[in-house]
Nanobody
Framework: QLQLVESGGDLVQPGGSLRLSCAAS????????IGWFRQAPGKEREGVSC????????YYADSVKGRFTIPNDNAKNTVYLQMSSLHPDDAAVYYC??????????????????WGKGTLVTVSS
């Protein structure tokens, strides 16, 4: 059974950096896509980034473009979200997710079949 576990959430000051991890088990990321989503209190869940590991295609929401990257380490079966120049608006619970079949990034939340439980990112001075 495919499982996704996020980690790395923390309290960070504005302008700081943080690296989130999404560790996968039960499948090999080489041939799957992984998306990152976030949800802040009072706001809808939004797509942040996505990577298609099998072809290297990536997607970034306009709100994070130029500040976030989504590297992966197939040897560790892990996808990361490298966040820099963090804003208070970036504070949210961050989730990683995967579809159950071939999909090209970006992938809507409604198309994702597997979700992690989330990791909390707090941005405050």
């Amino acid at each position: 059974q495919l499982q996704l576990v996020e980690s790395g959430g923390d309290l960070v000051q504005p302008g700081g950096s943080l690296r989130l991890s999404c560790a996968a088990s039960g499948f090999t990321l080489d041939y799957y896509a992984i998306g990152w989503f976030r949800q802040a209190p009072g706001k809808e869940r939004e797509g942040v980034s996505c990577i298609s590991s099998y072809d290297g295609s990536t997607y970034y929401a306009d709100s994070v473009k130029g500040r976030f990257t989504i590297p992966n380490d197939n040897a560790k079966n892990t996808v990361y979200l490298q966040m820099s120049s963090l804003h208070p608006d970036d504070a949210a619970v961050y989730y990683c997710a995967a579809p159950d079949s071939y999909s090209n990034c970006p992938i809507a939340a409604s198309a994702m079949a597997y979700w992690g439980k989330g990791t909390l990112v707090t941005v405050s001075s």
